[in-house]
């Protein structure tokens, strides 16, 4: 069966690299009109200029999603650009690291409070479109992350509001998920930088997966674009890890 977001509306936060691009690629290549967000003003416009190409209605602006306001904002201003929205995706994180407060603030502001946010912003006009959610959390959510103690915490809040939210919305027949990727590779993120200033740590990581490979931003994406179409219309409050059996 085929996916077709013909005239449907993606709002995606986090949505100018990586798996956030991804996603919002994905869903315009599937007929869908896309707005995304994030700070670099420069890989938004990029983004936004790619959405355009596939012959889609795209809409971008720089936000600082630590910001309740600037938050809120955004998605106000993307669902009016786009006449409404039917998949929110919750892309951005801090990837705080240091177990102090600067960590936590960071982890708890981007990768918490954010979703709350551009959620409670949507949601009127998900209620009325009885649209989707997917909240991107991580498998350091279901594992210790001796490395990063507030991105695990606060990742596995994230799986645990995705529940309590499924639990809420469902009356309004609004589906929300969660996905769990595990080491995806893009460049410029995470894994490609350390690929040469912590090869060990590269190394190491590639060894634990069973596949022997790390993942592809692309392959995160087919699952997030899965949850928002009619394919799963009987799929809410799941946390599904898209990790090549990492952890496992």
């Not at 998949?87 to 709350?116: E, H, P, Q, R, T």
Request: positive net charge.
């Amino acid at each position: 069966m085929k996916i077709d977001f013909t005239g449907k509306k993606a709002i995606v936060c986090g949505g100018s690299r990586g798996i956030g691009k991804a996603i919002a690629m994905g869903f315009a290549a599937a007929g869908g009109d896309v707005s995304i967000c994030a700070r670099d003003p420069k890989a938004l416009e990029e983004t936004k200029a790619e959405i355009a190409k596939l012959g889609r209605k795209a809409h971008a602006a720089s936000a600082d999603l630590a910001k309740g306001d600037a938050v809120r904002g955004y998605v106000r201003d993307a669902v009016a650009a786009l006449g409404g929205v039917d998949f929110l995706v919750n892309n951005a994180s801090a990837f705080g690291s240091s177990d102090d407060d600067k960590g936590w603030g960071a982890n708890l502001a981007v990768d918490m409070m954010a979703i709350v946010h551009a959620t409670q912003e949507a949601y009127p006009a998900l209620q009325q479109a009885q649209g989707s959610v997917v909240n991107i959390s991580s498998i350091a959510a279901f594992h210790p992350a001796a490395r990063q103690p507030p991105y695990g915490a606060i990742k596995a809040a994230v799986v645990h509001y995705t529940t309590t939210q499924a639990a809420m919305y469902a009356k309004d027949r609004v589906r929300v998920n969660c996905i769990a990727p595990g080491s995806i590779e893009f460049p410029g993120g995470v894994w490609d930088r350390r690929k040469s200033s912590d090869p060990k740590l590269y190394n190491a990581t590639l060894a634990s997966i069973p596949f022997g490979r790390m993942g592809y931003a692309e392959e995160v994406a087919n699952v997030a674009l899965f949850l928002a179409s009619p394919l799963a219309s009987w799929v809410t409050g799941q946390a599904i890890s898209v990790a090549g059996g990492q952890g496992l």
